[in-house]
């Protein structure tokens, strides 16, 4: 429901529009996985295919009411969307002594999805007009393929892990209408390192490093998604890239008979931050579009504890005071961010014996600053 207003504050329009949408999903897994254990105690090898086939379907009937509540536009989309995926895997363990292990293994995944978006309006002769500027068929491909090595031990108080990980990309899309194709393709290189000190039975101090991937989800590539509020559209970039995360953490556990805590200290650095940004055009529609601003510097600290009372009840939960500062620029545009917040999360468990166990969860995140506004807080709370 929008009403619009004069620079007097006197009402001048009312529009209501109203989304009736249908969702169909059809979703199908096979998969066929094998297992060999060695006769040395903890040596295996194991592997899996995996093969999913997803579609969905939308169809939704658009209608906007005037003041007087009579109609006077109707429109309608469709959006049919496919996924094939197959995940190839493989994983190999060899111990090294009674605390060492060596590990290395394979895991590939190759998508192909297919996303045919129509946006129709009925025109005055009652004839269903597509809008061009809504109607596509987007075709993405994605071959990922990983290797891995890691090797860990113990020496006397310390113990230590160590690992590389070498990723090869390669994706592909194609806006069929336009014929606008996007090809990306690169290699990436994620090290990691743990080591732990352990103070005395119970206690230890732990410090690692690792540099992860986050791959913007299809969703995001999409330049077409949803047409239900026609004055704020909200798309996809294909031309996205990954945000690539350097992790550094030093903590402090304690384990203790009925429980555990983790007080712990991170910095992390993240280029190619995606952020949301929206613009404004000459008829008052404000899209907004995912895109990779420039860096991201986050610090926080990290408190996690779990606690057993009595055998049948337990309580778990995890604390994050951070600050974030988001540098970048899009569309000629300053997206700068400097936040402080938190969140939190806490869930028990109560069972009862040869009945049923019940599991309550409560989440909360506070208000951020983010480089065009302020992100609400948000809470939640769950029971099963």
Known sequence: LYNDFDENGDLINSTLRVDNEKEDELNEEYELSYKKEFDKKGQELTALVQYRNNSEGERSNLTEFDVMNMPTLDQRSANDESEKQWLMQSDFILPLSSEGKFEAGYRGTIRDIKNDYLVEELDENDIWQSLPGFSNNFNYEENIHAAYVMAGNRSGSWSYQ?????????????????????????????????????????????????????????????????????????????????????????????????????????????????????????????????????TENSYGIELNGSQDIGENFSVNGNLNFFRSIINGSANGEDLNADTYSMSGRISSILKIPGWFETQLTGFYRAPQTVPQGTRKSLYSIDLG
């Open 162 to 294: 160590a690992g590389l990980r070498a990723e090869s990309t390669l994706i592909k899309t194609l806006l069929e209408q336009t014929n606008e194709f996007n090809q990306k393709e690169y290699i990436n290189f994620f090290p990691s390192a743990f080591l732990t000190y352990e103070l005395n039975k119970g206690q230890s101090v732990q410090a690692s490093y690792s540099r992860r991937i986050n791959r913007p989800r299809f969703r995001s590539l999409n330049p077409f998604s949803s047409f239900s509020d026609a004055r704020n559209i909200r798309t996809g970039n294909p031309d996205l890239d990954p945000e690539l995360t350097d992790s550094y953490e030093l903590g402090y556990l304690l384990n203790y008979g009925t429980g555990n805590i983790y007080l712990g200290g991170y910095y992390r650095f993240t280029t190619d931050k995606i952020e949301r940004v929206s613009f404004v055009d000459e008829d008052g529609i404000t899209y907004s579009q995912p895109q990779n601003l420039s």
